[in-house]
């Protein structure tokens, strides 16, 4: 080439540098892709031809400067269309980058739609000009700046003329587009483009400095023929040749590292969603894999080393690059384990559940926190149940614990989730404390819970693997919450039931030995001796009699009765009513009910056992306002409104005007009060929510879904 050593050896590396690494790039583009449209195949051809430009590039460094054959001239050819398609392929992706084609109606379309009809006339004039026109000079021509034997203004050929005003002028309405992108469709996209728009501005005002150097290097070729001063291309032209040659392939060197940073880190050329965590990881692989591989075969090539000693250098090079790959490959995959481990351990949840002394305490706390220090990096993170398993889980969980929960109603984010599909939507962290990110859980019964995410500690974006495991996680951790909640309560149901019934058989049992039989046994000796004196022992064993049948009733009083015959008997409205008017009579000064006729219907239709359930639940929330809603002021006013209405289910809401859920009431409700029958609720598909507002009211939801196999009206 030159002959100058370390200048040969730079100029190869880097021309493979750039073969290798725009072709893994171009590869990379097109074969991860979520959807293959226009956007994706220029991005993808884009670099796939640059990619051929330095295939030209190397082959003619192979070939040398200074001696002309005719396979150098093939490929200065060759190399001519990559160079003339490129400037236009950057300016259309970095218009598709900013959203140009996503609407005609953007002022962003408006602005650049008469430069990109321009353009595009521009490069296929040019096009046409390389394949009909041949306006190119051959590269002999070139060296011997004999440029008139081709199609020229002036003695100019006309390409040599046109195309330094082309690249530069492609390359500046690129950084003008990069100005001021249009809005993004997808999720985290107008992230992503505004984190990725310094990579990118990078990365055009290199091709911007290559495209000032390749004009300076063509009206210098042209200010010397003009002045027809002939000259051989000498050993001091061909170093001057090979800087120049160096410095430009160094720029665009450069600039296929800054978009590859934007391409694996925001993937704003693939289309995805979100960013794929071991992207970041290949693509490093692939920059020092393409330096590696430029530097060893073009050191290889430079001390013209025979072909087949740099066929096994190329073999040495892959294999040892491939080797370690999969060891990063395994180390990734042990530290995944590690990470993971949290969300996999054992909870021992049947020893305890058969143990009565061992408390049922279930560990989410730990995998939470797992999951958001060492999984995802987030700054603050929090993990709320919505909808059925609400009222089991109990209060978000908060990562860091010391933070303070500073939560508003997340029925608004709870409403922008209209299917599984919805990865995540962006929430204001102002309102949410600090979170930026809010990723909708979900099971079979429908949306159970949110998490709330907030900036990465890297000050990245979250990965498309992070926020599915995010998403796992989150769900399993609700559910494994919920289910050890409703675990817990059932067995202390059951253990408290069988205490009762112990109680009362041992009751019953002494009762019939102790009182029962003994008087059975006295009124029996009594009538035994009637032949002696009836007069005097028939009075006696009538009286022990009546005696044995007022235990016997007392005993039957005392046992546990159900309700559950007059709620199949009378319904469950008509079985409320029962309640308030036998049982609650006088509790309250007022009552009124908001019956909907649908509500009555179908509340008929209800299974028995369902019913039941119901109809506790709301008896409970109907005792405890009559129980505690004057508080300590007993002559304090109290309502109560009961409603019913069908609305895709049954919605049973008892409301009071009393003091609200304070103090131990609150604790009550919470823990075993209503506590136990939102246990119940969730059994049979239903949920039960409690609302307070102290002196305001108190307001319990009882809310039946309807089921599929339901029929409704």
Same mark, same amino acid.
């Given at each position: 080439?030159?002959?100058?050593?370390?200048?040969?050896?730079?100029?190869?590396?880097?021309?493979?540098?750039?073969?290798?690494?725009?072709?893994?790039?171009?590869?990379?583009?097109?074969?991860?892709?979520?959807?293959?449209?226009?956007?994706?195949?220029?991005?993808?051809?884009?670099?796939?031809?640059?990619?051929?430009?330095?295939?030209?590039?190397?082959?003619?460094?192979?070939?040398?400067?200074?001696?002309?054959?005719?396979?150098?001239?093939?490929?200065?050819?060759?190399?001519?269309?990559?160079?003339?398609?490129?400037?236009?392929?950057?300016?259309?992706?970095?218009?598709?980058?900013?959203?140009?084609?996503?609407?005609?109606?953007?002022?962003?379309?408006?602005?650049?739609?008469?430069?990109?009809?321009?353009?595009?006339?521009?490069?296929?004039?040019?096009?046409?000009?390389?394949?009909?026109?041949?306006?190119?000079?051959?590269?002999?021509?070139?060296?011997?700046?004999?440029?008139?034997?081709?199609?020229?203004?002036?003695?100019?050929?006309?390409?040599?003329?046109?195309?330094?005003?082309?690249?530069?002028?492609?390359?500046?309405?690129?950084?003008?587009?990069?100005?001021?992108?249009?809005?993004?469709?997808?999720?985290?996209?107008?992230?992503?483009?505004?984190?990725?728009?310094?990579?990118?501005?990078?990365?055009?005002?290199?091709?911007?400095?290559?495209?000032?150097?390749?004009?300076?290097?063509?009206?210098?070729?042209? $200010? /010397? =023929?003009? #002045? @027809?001063?002939?000259?051989? &291309?000498?050993?001091?032209? %061909?170093? +001057?040749?090979?800087?120049?040659?160096?410095?430009?392939?160094?720029?665009?060197?450069?600039?296929?590292?800054?978009?590859?940073?934007?391409?694996?880190?925001?993937?704003?050329?693939?289309?995805?969603?979100?960013?794929?965590?071991?992207?970041?990881?290949?693509?490093?692989?692939?920059?020092?894999?393409?330096?590696?591989?430029?530097?060893?075969?073009?050191?290889?090539?430079?001390?013209?080393?025979?072909?087949?000693?740099?066929?096994?250098?190329?073999?040495?090079?892959?294999?040892?690059?491939?080797?370690?790959?999969?060891?990063?490959?395994?180390?990734?995959?042990?530290?995944?384990?590690?990470?993971?481990?949290? $969300? /996999? =351990?054992? #909870? @021992?949840?049947?020893?305890? &559940?058969?143990?009565?002394? %061992?408390? +049922?305490?279930?560990?989410?706390?730990?995998?939470?926190?797992?999951?958001?220090?060492?999984?995802?990096?987030?700054?603050?993170?929090?993990?709320?149940?919505?909808?059925?398993?609400?009222?089991?889980?109990?209060?978000?969980?908060?990562?860091?614990?010391?933070?303070?929960?500073?939560?508003?109603?997340?029925?608004?984010?709870?409403?922008?989730?209209?299917?599984?599909?919805?990865?995540?939507?962006?929430?204001?962290?102002?309102?949410?404390?600090?979170?930026?990110?809010?990723?909708?859980?979900?099971?079979?019964?429908?949306?159970?819970?949110?998490?709330?995410?907030?900036?990465?500690?890297?000050?990245?974006?979250?990965?498309?693997?992070?926020?599915?495991?995010?998403?796992?996680?989150?769900?399993?951790?609700?559910?494994?919450?919920?289910?050890?909640?409703?675990?817990?309560?059932?067995?202390?149901?059951?253990?408290?039931?069988?205490?009762?019934?112990?109680?009362?058989?041992?009751?019953?049992?002494?009762?019939?030995?102790?009182?029962?039989?003994?008087?059975?046994?006295?009124?029996?000796?009594?009538?035994?001796?009637?032949?002696?004196?009836?007069?005097?022992?028939?009075?006696?064993?009538?009286?022990?009699?009546?005696?044995?049948?007022?235990?016997?009733?007392?005993?039957?009083?005392?046992?546990?009765?159900?309700?559950?015959?007059?709620?199949?008997?009378?319904?469950?409205?008509?079985?409320?009513?029962?309640?308030?008017?036998?049982?609650?009579?006088?509790?309250?000064?007022?009552?009124?009910?908001?019956?909907?006729?649908?509500?009555?219907?179908?509340?008929?239709?209800?299974?028995?056992?369902?019913?039941?359930?119901?109809?506790?639940?709301?008896?409970?929330?109907?005792?405890?306002?009559?129980?505690?809603?004057?508080?300590?002021?007993?002559?304090?006013?109290?309502?109560?409104?009961?409603?019913?209405?069908?609305?895709?289910?049954?919605?049973?809401?008892?409301?009071?005007?009393?003091?609200?859920?304070?103090?131990?009431?609150?604790?009550?409700?919470?823990?075993?009060?209503?506590?136990?029958?939102?246990?119940?609720?969730?059994?049979?598909?239903?949920?039960?929510?409690?609302?307070?507002?102290?002196?305001?009211?108190?307001?319990?939801?009882?809310?039946?879904?309807?089921?599929?196999?339901?029929?409704?009206?």
């Amino acid at each position: 080439m030159t002959g100058e050593f370390l200048l040969d050896w730079a100029v190869m590396a880097v021309s493979l540098f750039n073969t290798v690494l725009l072709l893994w790039l171009g590869l990379t583009v097109l074969l991860n892709a979520e959807r293959h449209s226009r956007g994706v195949w220029v991005a993808g051809g884009g670099l796939l031809t640059g990619g051929a430009f330095f295939i030209s590039h190397s082959a003619i460094l192979g070939h040398g400067f200074q001696v002309m054959t005719q396979g150098l001239d093939f490929w200065w050819h060759v190399g001519w269309g990559p160079v003339i398609a490129l400037p236009f392929v950057w300016y259309m992706v970095m218009l598709w980058y900013a959203g140009f084609w996503d609407s005609p109606h953007t002022h962003l379309h408006h602005r650049h739609r008469p430069w990109v009809v321009f353009t595009m006339v521009v490069t296929v004039a040019l096009v046409g000009l390389l394949i009909f026109a041949n306006p190119l000079p051959s590269y002999w021509q070139v060296a011997q700046l004999q440029l008139s034997a081709t199609p020229s203004i002036g003695g100019i050929p006309l390409l040599m003329l046109a195309y330094p005003f082309y690249i530069v002028f492609c390359i500046c309405l690129s950084l003008d587009v990069l100005r001021h992108p249009g809005p993004s469709g997808r999720v985290m996209g107008d992230l992503a483009r505004r984190r990725a728009r310094p990579w990118l501005v990078a990365a055009s005002v290199a091709l911007l400095l290559v495209s000032l150097l390749v004009a300076w290097v063509m009206v210098d070729i042209i $200010f /010397v =023929a003009l #002045q @027809r001063a002939p000259y051989n &291309l000498d050993a001091a032209l %061909a170093i +001057l040749v090979g800087w120049f040659d160096l410095g430009i392939a160094s720029l665009i060197a450069l600039a296929v590292i800054l978009l590859g940073q934007a391409v694996v880190s925001y993937e704003v050329f693939t289309g995805k969603i979100l960013p794929r965590r071991g992207f970041r990881r290949y693509w490093l692989n692939a920059v020092v894999l393409s330096a590696g591989y430029g530097v060893v075969i073009g050191w290889s090539f430079t001390i013209q080393l025979r072909p087949i000693y740099s066929l096994l250098l190329s073999a040495i090079l892959v294999a040892a690059f491939y080797a370690l790959l999969v060891w990063r490959s395994f180390a990734e995959r042990e530290r995944s384990i590690t990470h993971l481990r949290p $969300f /996999v =351990a054992s #909870q @021992r949840l049947y020893e305890r &559940l058969v143990s009565p002394s %061992a408390p +049922l305490e279930v560990d989410v706390v730990s995998p939470f926190h797992a999951l958001c220090a060492d999984v995802l990096g987030a700054r603050v993170a929090f993990l709320a149940a919505l909808g059925p398993l609400a009222p089991l889980v109990g209060a978000p969980l908060v990562y860091p614990p010391e933070r303070p929960i500073s939560l508003p109603a997340l029925s608004e984010i709870a409403a922008q989730f209209s299917s599984p599909q919805t990865m995540c939507v962006s929430v204001d962290p102002a309102r949410h404390g600090d979170a930026l990110w809010a990723i909708p859980l979900w099971s079979e019964r429908g949306l159970i819970g949110v998490l709330l995410l907030g900036a990465k500690r890297d000050g990245g974006l979250y990965t498309q693997e992070e926020i599915e495991i995010a998403r796992a996680s989150g769900e399993r951790l609700v559910d494994m919450q919920a289910s050890a909640e409703m675990s817990r309560r059932l067995m202390a149901l059951q253990r408290q039931r069988m205490a009762e019934s112990q109680v009362l058989d041992r009751q019953a049992r002494r009762a019939l030995h102790d009182d029962v039989l003994p008087r059975l046994h006295a009124a029996m000796l009594a009538l035994s001796s009637q032949q002696g004196d009836p007069s005097q022992s028939t009075p006696s064993a009538m009286e022990q009699l009546a005696n044995v049948h007022r235990q016997i009733s007392n005993l039957l009083r005392a046992m546990p009765t159900t309700t559950a015959p007059e709620v199949t008997r009378l319904g469950l409205i008509d079985a409320l009513r029962q309640t308030v008017d036998e049982e609650l009579v006088g509790a309250f000064d007022g009552v009124t009910w908001q019956i909907a006729p649908e509500a009555q219907h179908q509340a008929r239709a209800i299974p028995s056992l369902t019913a039941e359930v119901l109809f506790y639940a709301a008896r409970e929330a109907i005792r405890n306002a009559a129980r505690h809603g004057r508080g300590s002021a007993t002559a304090r006013p109290l309502h109560l409104r009961v409603v019913a209405g069908w609305r895709d289910g049954l919605e049973l809401i008892v409301e009071d005007d009393g003091v609200g859920l304070q103090g131990e009431r609150s604790s009550d409700a919470g823990g075993q009060g209503l506590a136990l029958h939102s246990t119940m609720m969730a059994v049979v598909g239903g949920t039960l929510a409690v609302e307070s507002v102290p002196d305001v009211y108190t307001r319990v939801a009882l809310m039946l879904p309807l089921p599929h196999n339901h029929p409704n009206g």
